[in-house]
């Protein structure tokens, strides 16, 4: 990784995670930082992710290679007016943000195409701050560029090459298809997460009971429901048309979905589910993807003294890292049932199949 000075304006959980990775990367980069919370810019010195620290954004910021702009979408853009006077020649303004348009729109108004490509690295957690960022979450995750009208070929290349060296992959796109992708693939699951958890809050009994059986299924379509509101705000403020022409859609095949179970109609219920399972088999793990994988497996257990070590040692004795183990009580299964989380989809796989040769019944989700 080629580059002497970067700068980042917000220093959260993406903000954080870039510059972790360019340090791991490329250690004798000068990092700076501009970021409204004092605590974050002192542990991020602390922890030597960044060399310089700042209260504002001034002359600190002239020189670098490159510029992240990785604050809230609408921070982002009031930010650009003050950033201009530093931009040189050979600096890139970037972005991290999950919606595009607005923030290309104000780089045409201000005339600063020629330093500009949006990106998107499509990565991240439920947890947010720069306490809960890691120099590897971008790793194989796509990270989408939307490059100005005026940018040069050697500037895209040279990015391309720089989220290659952070071990993410690269994909261009204009940022106008950019915006109706992610509305459909990131915003509106989101969306339907957060109307799930709702649902369940405003019909719940008094004493809670769906909160309290709330179970695997139903918390692992929910998790990004975590995420932060303030985030998700604003995006769906700045891709306020996209999402609303995608969620027509979507009502629309919920309105097909009761029609069909009104019915009864045994045909078409079975067609919805085969053709949706038979589509998301086809999706590639290969990618991070917004959330990360998780990798784990079901186990039954007998509620006995010693349980749980039996299957740890099992596990270990054939070398098989255990990244988090439980019992879940609230759940869809008969029997009491051990979550085991792995590392990696080939550990998940091996330990699923060695569990069975010791008589174990697993299920994989």
């Known amino acids: 990784m080629n580059i002497q000075k970067v700068g980042f304006i917000g220093l959260g959980l993406i903000g954080g995670s870039i510059a972790k990775a360019i340090r791991q990367y490329a250690p004798n980069c000068q990092i700076i930082a501009f970021d409204k919370q004092k605590e974050t810019l002192a542990l991020a010195v602390q922890e030597e992710t960044i060399d310089i620290s700042c209260s504002t954004i001034d002359e600190n910021f002239r020189n670098c290679n490159y510029i992240f702009l990785c604050a809230p979408i609408s921070y982002n853009n009031a930010y650009l007016p003050q950033i201009k006077t530093f931009l040189t020649s050979d600096c890139i303004l970037t972005d991290v943000g999950s919606v595009k348009t607005s923030i290309h729109e104000e780089i045409i108004r201000l005339g600063l195409e020629e330093y500009f490509i949006g990106g998107h690295p499509m990565a991240g957690s439920e947890k947010s701050g720069f306490i809960n960022s890691k120099p590897h979450l971008m790793e194989n995750a796509y990270y989408i560029l939307t490059p100005s009208a005026k940018i040069t070929e050697d500037k895209i290349k040279r990015y391309q090459e720089f989220v290659y060296s952070i071990k993410a992959l690269p994909l261009v796109l204009d940022y106008r298809q950019h915006d109706y992708i992610t509305g459909t693939i990131s915003h509106l699951p989101h969306i339907i997460a957060a109307s799930l958890v709702n649902l369940v809050r405003c019909t719940d009994t008094d004493d809670e009971l769906m909160k309290n059986m709330a179970a695997g299924g139903f918390k692992d379509i929910t998790r990004i429901a975590s995420s932060s509101p303030v985030m998700w705000q604003q995006i769906c403020l700045k891709n306020q048309t996209n999402i609303s022409a995608i969620l027509d859609s979507y009502i629309q095949m919920l309105k097909n979905a009761k029609e069909i179970i009104d019915a009864g109609n045994e045909t078409e219920l079975y ?20 959330i990360k994988k998780t990798y784990a497996i079901y186990c039954d257990i007998i509620d006995e003294a010693g349980g749980i070590a039996t299957i740890a040692t099992i596990l270990a004795s054939n070398n098989i890292s255990i990244k988090n183990i439980g019992i879940i009580h609230n759940r869809e299964f008969e ?12 550990s998940s796989e091996k330990a699923a199949a060695l569990l069975r040769k010791y008589r174990y019944t697993v299920y994989e989700r």
């Open 271 to 290: 067609r919805m589910f085969e053709v949706s399972r038979d589509y998301r088999n086809s999706m590639p793990d290969g990618s991070a993807g917004p």
């Open 335 to 346: 029997e009491g049932v051990l979550r085991i989380e792995f590392y990696d989809g080939a």
